[in-house]
Structure formats: C-alpha cells, structure tokens
C-alpha cells in the first residue's frame, strides 16, 4: 500500500470553502479510481492560516498514476485553488506503508 501527501496553507478565512472545493475536486476523483483504498484530511492552525493535508491511500503506485499521472512527485492541482489563497506545494511525497 502506498500513502500519498499533498500539503497547501491559506488564510482561516477561506479553509472551510477550500476543503468543500478539496472534497469536490481531489477527494472526488481519488475516490472514483480504482485502487484508492482511503483517504485523510488534516488540520494544522498555523496563526492567521491553517496548513491543510490532503493523504491518500493506494493498493499500488499503477493505480496511483492514474490519478497523478506518470510523475507520481508532481501535485494535482485544479483550476480554482488559487480562489481560496492557498499556498500549495507542487511537489507530493509518496510513501510505501509498512505496518
């Protein structure tokens, strides 16, 4: 099993619109693949923003890239991120889940 983890902070003002968007964009088309067992949203306050983190979890790294593509390092990013102010990491880390 694979965990793959996409990071981005925004001001507290946009976080409960921007996990809405998050839950129709990236949670949705995760969960339509085949292969994506799960996933997690995670809260950080961070001040005047919140880091927000985005976990999915593969049966594999083929079932992952059809969601990532073949850069499976490269973040999914849609087309209204940049409405809620988010400072989004380009780069995802992906680890392989031991226990």
């Known amino acids: 099993m694979f965990h793959r983890e996409w ?6 003002a946009f976080e409960q619109g921007f996990i809405t968007y998050l839950g129709e964009t990236g949670v949705k088309d995760t969960q339509m693949i085949k292969g994506c067992v799960g996933y997690h949203i995670l809260r950080r306050a961070l001040g005047q923003e919140v880091e927000i983190t985005f976990v999915s979890l593969w049966e594999s790294l083929d079932h992952m890239k059809a969601y990532a593509g073949d850069n499976l390092y490269k973040a999914v990013l849609y087309p209204e991120d940049e409405k809620y102010h988010i400072h989004a990491e380009t780069e995802v880390k ?5 226990v």
């Open 7 to 12: 990071k981005c902070t925004c001001p507290k």
């Open 94 to 98: 992906v680890y392989e889940v031991i």
